[in-house]
C-alpha cells in the first residue's frame, strides 16, 4: 500500500505559477513511477506529466509541455510538479498518482494509488 499526499496548491493570477508536491509512503518510493492528472469541473481526469522511477524519463500533455516540470526525489519520497505561466483553463484539482508497472504513464486506468487531489485555482 502507498499513501499520497499532494500540496501546494492555491489561487493565483493568471501568469503566475505555483509548485505542486506529493508526499508518498508505504513502500519503497523508488519502485514507482509517478504522475500527474487533473479533472476539472464536468470533465474527465487528465494526464498532465509523468516520470519514471528512476527520473530519468518524463511525458508532458501537449497543454502544459513547456510550461509545467515534473521531478521527483527519491531520497524524500516526493515527487513536485513545477507549474509557469498559468492560465484559467489550468484550473482543476490535481492528483498524484502512483504506478508499480512502469509503462503506460499517460493512462489513468494504470495507477495504482492516487492522493486526494490539491486544487488549483487561476483567475484572469
Known amino acids: 500500500q502507498v499513501q499520497l499526499v499532494e500540496s501546494g496548491g492555491g489561487s493565483v493570477q493568471a501568469g503566475g505559477s505555483l509548485r505542486l508536491s506529493c508526499a508518498a509512503s508505504?513502500?519503497?518510493?523508488?519502485?514507482?513511477?509517478m504522475g500527474w492528472f487533473r479533472q476539472a469541473p464536468g470533465k474527465e481526469r487528465e494526464f498532465v506529466a509523468a516520470?519514471?522511477?528512476?527520473?530519468?524519463?518524463?511525458y508532458y500533455a501537449a497543454s502544459v509541455k513547456g510550461r509545467f516540470t515534473i521531478s521527483r526525489d527519491n531520497g524524500k519520497n516526493t515527487v513536485y510538479l513545477q507549474m509557469n505561466s498559468l492560465s484559467p483553463e489550468d484550473t482543476a484539482v490535481y492528483y498524484c498518482?502512483?504506478?508499480?508497472?512502469?509503462?503506460?504513464?499517460?493512462?489513468?486506468?494504470?495507477?495504482?494509488?492516487w492522493g486526494q487531489g490539491t486544487q488549483v485555482t487561476v483567475s484572469s
Open positions: 516520470v519514471t522511477k528512476s527520473g530519468g524519463l518524463t
Open positions: 508505504g513502500r519503497t518510493f523508488s519502485a514507482y513511477a
Open positions: 498518482g502512483a504506478n508499480q508497472g512502469g509503462v503506460r504513464l499517460m493512462v489513468r486506468s494504470v495507477y495504482d494509488y
